[in-house]
Nanobody
Framework: QVQLVESGGGLVQPGGSLRLSCAAS????????MGWFRQAPGKEREFVAR????????YYADSVKGRFTIARDNAKNTVYLQMNSLKPEDTAVYYC?????????????????WGQGTQVTVSS
């Protein structure tokens, strides 16, 4: 059983930056590919970014490509999401997730474990 705890959300002005962190415990962190998803009010949960087990491969939704960066530190059991040039449409609850399969999926149903989420609000 893997526990995931996100932190780093908050209120930021358009054009600003935030860095989200997700600390994992209770499992072998490097055994999981890790993902970030987000869910805005009234919308479905959507894929944001994914990183492979060793951090060598990253994948992004088109909407965040070039602005967001996913990274992981397997020694610290932590995955990060650096978010730059934030827009109001980035406002959502952001969730960290762990995928124990080798599917490379962007589908949230494929992921095994989830954090509780952290709110990101982009507004002036």
């Amino acid at each position: 059983q893997v526990q995931l705890v996100e932190s780093g959300g908050g209120l930021v002005q358009p054009g600003g930056s935030l860095r989200l962190s997700c600390a994992a415990s209770g499992g072998t962190f490097r055994s999981y590919a890790m993902g970030w998803f987000r869910q805005a009010p009234g919308k479905e949960r959507e894929f944001v970014a994914r990183i492979s087990r060793n951090g060598g491969r990253t994948y992004y939704a088109d909407s965040v490509k070039g602005r967001f960066t996913i990274a992981r530190d397997n020694a610290k059991n932590t995955v990060y999401l650096q978010m730059n040039s934030l827009k109001p449409e980035d406002t959502a609850v952001y969730y960290c997730s762990a995928d124990g399969s080798y599917s490379g999926s962007y589908n949230p149903s494929q992921y095994d474990y989830w954090g509780q989420g952290t709110q990101v609000t982009v507004s002036s």
